[in-house]
């Protein structure tokens, strides 16, 4: 079962380029790394998912070194609407070795 | 595509009656379905998998008579909380995954209990 862990807050302001950083030591070899954006009273939203070197789509990069213990989520231009918390979240498909959440990271961007 | 819908979005109770609340995979099949429970500023602690026709599996510490959950098709699991008490009070969220989305987890807007 892969632990992760995460930085509590981070502060940014608009329009900086934000990256979130996940560690995920004792990944497993099928699990992919996933990475979720949750407001408050809300359930979480998939912003990316990877396996293996860099994913982009319309809203984020996910880059993850050849190691796979870590990964990092890159949100370009934050606005003060990206004020959430981050979750990073590994598992492997069927999700036979279950999933944990970790603390999450808390990003409070300032105008 | 990949939506889950959550119904209610919050319920009120009294102390001792019983809870249901549904989950529901709108445009796709879902393999496995999820429950957790989010405390206020805390992350989502997962109580328990499902997968279609079969018996869910409780997390250690998560009471199965106490928090019922039928996965009776491919697109509806449903949570229910018997005799709840105001200590059941919190944010439960469920997701659903299926393995033509590569097995991500799309989760729903999650249920306040409110127990009174």
């Known amino acids: 079962l892969a632990k992760t862990t995460q930085p509590i807050s981070m502060d940014s302001y608009e329009g900086q380029e934000v990256n979130i950083t996940c560690s995920h030591n004792n990944i497993a070899t099928n699990d992919y790394i996933t990475w979720y954006q949750q407001f408050p009273s809300q359930g979480p939203r998939f912003i990316i998912q990877?396996?293996?070197t860099k994913v982009t789509n319309e809203v984020a990069s996910l880059f993850i070194p050849a190691d796979r213990k870590s990964s990092t989520l890159s949100l370009p231009r934050v606005s003060l609407s990206d004020t959430a918390v981050y979750y990073c979240l590994v598992g492997s498909p069927g999700w036979a070795g279950k999933s944990t959440f970790g603390d999450g990271t808390t990003l409070t961007v300032k105008p | 595509g990949a939506v889950v819908s959550q119904h209610p979005s919050w319920v009120i109770c009294k102390s001792g009656t019983s809870v249901k609340i549904e989950c529901r995979s709108l445009?796709?099949?879902?393999?496995?379905m999820f429950w957790y429970r989010q405390f206020p500023k805390q992350s989502l602690m997962l109580m328990a998998t499902s997968n279609e026709g079969s018996k869910a599996t409780y997390e250690q510490g998560v009471e199965k008579d106490k928090f019922l959950i039928n996965h009776a098709s491919l697109t509806l699991s449903t949570l229910t909380v018997t005799s709840a008490h105001p200590e059941d009070s919190s944010f439960y969220i469920c997701?659903?995954?299926?393995?033509?989305?590569?097995?991500?987890?799309?989760f729903g807007p999650g249920t306040r209990l409110t127990v009174l």
């Open positions: 997701s659903a995954s299926s393995r033509r989305y590569t097995d991500t987890q799309y």
């Open positions: 990877g396996y293996k």
């Open positions: 445009d796709f099949q879902a393999t496995t």
